[in-house]
């Protein structure tokens, strides 16, 4: 699984904790649009995603 290995090798996560982080972000996929769009910086870096990614994601972006 790429996330996986992205999580171990990028971050430095053990395999237990990487998969950990999966789990989590499965059991709130519903909630992570929200969370992003109420943190200023993420929603700022959500909203400079190629292509207009980030607002295909989290919706258009308030200025």
Known sequence: MELLEGLMQKVGL??????????FLKENAAKIPQWVNENETLSNLAHKL???????LFGKKDD
């Open 50 to 56: 190629p292509g207009g990614l980030g607002d295909k």
């Open 14 to 23: 053990s395999k237990e904790k990487a998969e950990e982080v999966i789990t």
